[in-house]
């Protein structure tokens, strides 16, 4: 047994816990954990605003699959890390988020940089604590990343007063000791998720995906989370089905592989949406129905059964009922489909029906309807043209982060996703600003792959700051800046459905400066205003890694994403790009 | 109130909880959170010290009840839930009124206590304080049947339940089934 602090207990347990590296920044309350960090193996790397921390957990934790932890002080501090908690929570990413709390005895007097920090991010976090007693630290910390890894993942806080840190203070005196997993579960009498699905019903769902004749698998995040993407492939090879690949999803599929037909939802491929709306039997594995991928919910997929599998009972049947709900981790539930699949056809008690129909059909879509834009000799730079460029210049497994609005649609939708783990972006919450740290959370835990940030002019004006601690931190990421001068996907909708009234829109293209705003914080800076100058400038900028890079692409403002779901509408109302061919 | 206390839009959780500090908030902001009313909640320590049991009385229609139920069950500290039906759960709920009696009607407000049941717990110069617990639609009746004379304060304490026991012995119940 050895005395320490709770201080030295906290950062102790986080080493116990594998942690390798730390997002944070230092005040008042939290200051006695940060005095141990100079003595522990663990990288903290520090951000320049505490909402940066908290993304680059989050980035850190989709590239790695590892959970994030930030760290950050009280009251005002902690408030910056509640957008990001909400960002993790909503796309169910693996977080552990410490702060900083006045001592206990001032808790509930108003004291200065106190805020209440538990009561503040109950909604936003899977769960939170608010430690009183240094010698539940332990516990505490393996708790917190247990309950962030397993089930469902998400964001977990952990308030820390700073008495029972302070090794000044008597409260802080502990005896170390390390819980065995047994003690955790004892200590969590509600927690038990149920990762093996029911056999009953994955017979039925085996028996009710060879008996449709027009089924299509609707891969959501939760393939990524449960790091399912063989058995998804194995699946979908074995039966032939079509897969949809969700904005959460990307990645999770190879969009090389025949039988991918990318993104559904409102800016998805016109094939995705429309097999999914026509199909009649929607195999949705890890995925929640979001309104952005149903459209008008009482006109999506009428014809569709469903076979629903996710962890999370409670996604089961929120929006869609589900003739078939599974609970289940979705690698061990889609692995028993397969045993179940190739146990009916070998016994050949299931009919299949002809599916070749079906097959030809969604041929006939994706020729359709490919993906569009037109590139004119000379004409303005179109956006999806600098994200075709990026992608043929990049390596395969090349890691791409983006923030949220129009370039964070034409990236999911003209980057070539091969792996899983290669795209970070902000899905349910869609917060603006996610890019900039994200891409170096994601390259701090990845440094051997290469990473591209796609950011919206609007964006990159939300947390480019983060971009000095990129240069300090020497962490080589690389950011594509679509600026369109405009807040592109507000002005997209005030064009189509505000009768063009552009209201508080317009951004303009050159303030800030954004090569001399990049070189400020120690990056390197492009501009490019013609597509000609963009292959020659991409390469250069690949060539650079000991530094960030900061392209600012100069972007056709008119241009707009399509195809398009118009909000209220239901999905057999697709709006396709006016410039491209009409379909007989 | 009678009727919405009867009423069918009415479920009946009893919620078994980690005894922690904030279960409870935790609890209510879920609801609020999720756009769901609370009737009525009652919480205390059960005779395991280390959990307590919310008895929460929610006005939801069924197929929303489920999901209420499944996020409430995401709460880590949450142990177990199960709904009450009213015909397979005892119920129970205790109201305390104080109500205007002068002289020549405190005999009449008595005898209806009395006959509830019930108890007279305070008496002032022109109005009594009444105690009565039982089944949530008895306290209703009564009061239903107070009103007249003017109800100057009420208060209830929301219902507590839980399940019925079982009938028939086990070993009887197998038999039963085998020869059927």
């Known amino acids: 047994m050895t005395n320490m602090s709770g201080g030295q207990a906290l950062i102790k347990s986080l080493e116990m816990m594998g942690v390798e590296v730390m ?13 141990p960090i100079i003595d522990s193996p663990i990288r903290h790397i520090l951000v320049r605003h505490e909402q940066g921390a908290g993304h680059m957990a989050s980035g850190y934790a989709h590239a790695t699959g590892r959970p994030g932890v ?5 009251g005002p501090a902690a408030t910056n890390v509640v957008t990001p908690l909400c960002d993790a929570y909503v796309d169910s990413v693996p977080m552990v988020c410490i702060t900083g709390q006045v001592p206990l005895a001032a808790i509930g007097t108003d004291a200065f940089q106190e805020c209440d920090t538990t009561g503040i991010t109950l909604s936003v976090t899977k769960h939170n604590y608010l430690v009183t007693d240094a010698r539940d630290i332990p516990r505490i910390v393996k708790e917190a990343f247990h309950i962030a890894t397993t089930g469902r993942p998400g964001p977990v806080l952990i308030d820390v007063p700073k008495d029972i840190v302070d090794p000044k203070n008597p409260r802080s005196a502990m005896e170390w000791y390390w819980p065995t997993d047994e003690d955790i579960d004892a200590g969590l009498p509600g927690y038990r998720p149920n990762t093996k699905g029911h056999p009953r019903m994955i017979k039925e769902a085996a028996r009710m995906i060879l008996q449709s004749r027009k089924p299509i698998i609707y891969a959501g995040g939760g393939i990524l989370k449960a790091r399912a993407a063989e058995a998804l492939k194995e699946l979908a090879e074995l039966t032939g089905i079509h897969v949809v690949t969700t904005l959460m999803a990307r990645g999770a599929f190879p969009d090389s592989h025949p039988l991918c037909l990318g993104m559904p939802g409102m800016h998805g491929t016109y094939t995705a949406i429309t097999s999914m709306q026509k199909s009649d039997l929607l195999i949705a594995l890890g995925s929640r129905f979001d309104d952005r991928v149903t459209g008008k919910l009482d006109g999506f997929a009428p014809e569709a059964k469903v076979i629903h599998v996710d962890i999370d009972p409670a996604e089961l049947g929120k929006v869609r009922k589900a003739d078939v709900p599974i609970v289940g981790d979705c690698r061990l539930v889609i692995e028993e489909i397969v045993k179940a699949v190739k146990q009916l056809l070998d016994s050949g008690e299931v009919e299949r029906p002809d599916q070749q129909p079906w097959a030809a059909q969604i041929r006939e879509w994706q020729e359709k309807h490919p993906l569009f834009y037109d590139q ?3 004409g303005p730079l179109k956006p999806q043209y600098v994200i075709e460029k990026l992608r043929e210049q990049a390596p395969d497994d090349c ?8 370039h964070q649609m034409f990236s999911s939708q003209h980057w070539k996703f091969e792996h899983p783990y290669t795209w970070v972006n902000s899905g349910g919450l869609g917060t603006m600003g996610y890019a900039v740290p994200a891409a170096i959370g994601a390259k701090v835990g990845r440094p051997d792959r290469m990473v591209w940030a796609v950011d919206g002019d609007g964006c990159f004006q939300m947390t480019a700051q983060e971009l000095v601690t990129a240069t300090a931190e020497r962490i080589p990421v690389k950011i594509a800046i679509l600026n369109n001068a405009y807040l592109g996907m507000v002005r997209q909708w005030q064009e189509m459905f505000y009768e063009e009234r552009y209201s508080e829109v317009y951004l303009s293209p050159d303030l800030p400066d954004y090569v001399k705003w990049a070189e400020a914080m120690g990056c390197v800076g492009f501009r490019v205003d013609s597509a000609d100058d963009v292959e020659a400038t991409i390469e250069k900028a690949n060539a650079i890694d000991d530094r960030p890079v900061v392209i600012d692409f100069r972007t056709d403002s008119t241009e707009k994403v399509f195809p398009m779901v118009p909000a209220g509408a239901t999905n057999d109302q697709v709006i396709t790009d006016p410039a491209q061919a009409p379909v007989q | 109130m009678a009727e919405l206390t009867s009423g069918v839009k009415h479920h009946t959780l009893s919620v078994l909880v980690e ?3 904030g279960v409870l908030s935790r609890v209510a902001s879920l609801f609020a959170r999720r756009g769901y009313n609370i009737f009525s909640l009652a919480v205390a320590p059960t005779d395991d010290e280390r959990f307590s049991r919310i008895t929460i009385v929610v006005d939801v229609e069924s197929a929303p009840l489920e999901q209420i139920t499944k996020q409430l069950f995401k709460l880590i500290n949450v142990v177990k839930i199960s709904e009450l039906h009213p015909d397979e759960s005892v119920e129970r709920e205790m109201l305390m009124a104080t109500v205007k009696a002068e002289a020549g009607q405190r005999g009449e407000v008595i005898e209806l206590v009395q006959v509830f049941g ?17 089944r949530p639609a008895k306290l209703d009746d009564l009061e239903e049947l107070l009103r007249p004379y003017t109800i100057v304060e009420l208060q209830r304490t929301g219902r507590i339940a839980l399940p019925k026991l079982e009938r028939t012995a086990p070993r009887l119940r197998s038999l039963k089934g085998k020869s059927a």
């Open chain 1, 23 to 35: 997002f944070g920044l230092p005040g008042g309350a939290i200051l006695p954990v940060y005095d």
């Open chain 1, 70 to 74: 930030a760290m950050v002080t009280s």
């Open chain 1, 376 to 378: 004119k000799e000379g």
């Open chain 1, 399 to 406: 890691i791409l982060a983006s923030g949220v609005g129009q």
């Open chain 2, 19 to 21: 005894n922690k500090a």
């Open chain 2, 118 to 134: 019930g108890q007279i717990i305070d008496v002032g110069h022109d109005a009594l304080t009444i105690e009565l617990s039982g």
